[in-house]
């Protein structure tokens, strides 16, 4: 097909004709689809069943360094746990805080930290004025929920396929004494799905920032969320890489099994310096005694080790990858050489990133929700939900089964190409 740009008036006042009597269809439809959150859909979920039989009432309960896991104590994560969320990202056990089971919460927890206690002995963030964060867009909207609460200001900084507009970051974190971190998804990125490149992870270890308590937000979200099973993705140790260019303290690494379990009863941890996680314990000792152990335990005789969750992610990938190419198919053959959109096709993580023509989201996501299908919503990719062109959409495929996610594919398509022809008709007038 013609490229829409191409198109005279005409010919597009047909095709939008054409496209509003096929949206009609779908709308008569009374569809209830939902693709607007990167769940795990119920068979992953029944992927897992299996850590439910792992611990019974006759089972013992001891872990390898003696401790009764049913009582009190451990602060940091017993040792098994540790190991096996530390190989996650290749950190030492010794680097890694074993938390509950969301890292959404130990990054919350961190930046209230920061806020209200300081880095390192420092001086609360909350009493230096007007902090400030970098934030790489698109990027992922519950980051920004949590900058956003404590009064952060947040900067945008553009993402390129090896990672964040590092000639902005570095410029921007060295001048100015405010910015006092940013946020990163280094591996999959949300919603783009890009991998950072060795040159961007050096680069970040190499800062220097102008406030002796900045420090990166390194949210390994997907670092085993691989969609192939030839070369998986690789980016180098963020840990190892500032301990080299004598920054080891700059950053804070995430990393939970949510979507590798069950997301609601997952384990999350912190990977940090020497220094800065006896600084974290000592904080966490008046937040709490320990978190659930049991759990903890309970993950680690599922999987056994890291080959065990390897082996694991394997099969989420073969649960999830058809759904990652139907997607890219029907937006191939729908909207391909239309000249109107564009999007990723990333290897591994839980989105896709889509961009429509400037000014054109919000309605595409309006449009969609009319017709019963829901997306996240529009701008949700920036901070403050704010998309100054009103073009990124973040798509979910893991949810919906197969079939359901075909018939949301085409009522997207459908949707973006009449929006499309509406607003160069408009253009065109």
Known sequence: MKAYKDMT???????KEKLEAMYQDYKGQNLALNMSRGKPSASQLDLSKGMMDVLRSDSNLTCEDGTDCRNYGVLDGIPEAKRLLAGMIGAKPEQVIVYGNSSLNVMYDSVARCMYEGVLGGKPWALQGKVKFLCPVPGYDRHFGITEHFGVEMINVPMTPDGPDMDMVEKLVSEDPLVKGIWCVPKYTNPQGYVYSDETVRRFANLKPAAEDFRIFWDNAYCIHHLYNGEPAQIL??????EKAGNPDMVYEFVSTSKVVFP????????????NVASIKKQMAVQTIGHDKVNQLRHVRFFGDNKGMEAHMKKHADLIRPKFEALISIMEEDLGGLDIAEWTNPKGGYFIGFDSMPGCAKEIV????????????????FPYHIDPQDRNIRLAP????????????????VCVRLVSAEKLLAEKA
């Open 237 to 242: 140790n963020i840990l190892e890489e500032c």
């Open 366 to 381: 309006a449009k969609m929700k009319e017709a019963g299908v829901i997306l996240t919503g529009a701008g949700a990719t």
């Open 264 to 275: 609601g009863s997952g384990m999350a941890a912190l990977a940090a310096s020497t220094a």
């Open 9 to 15: 008036r005409e010919e597009l006042f047909a095709e």
């Open 398 to 413: 893991t949810f919906p089964t197969i079939d359901e996610l075909k018939l949301a594919s085409r009522v997207f398509t």
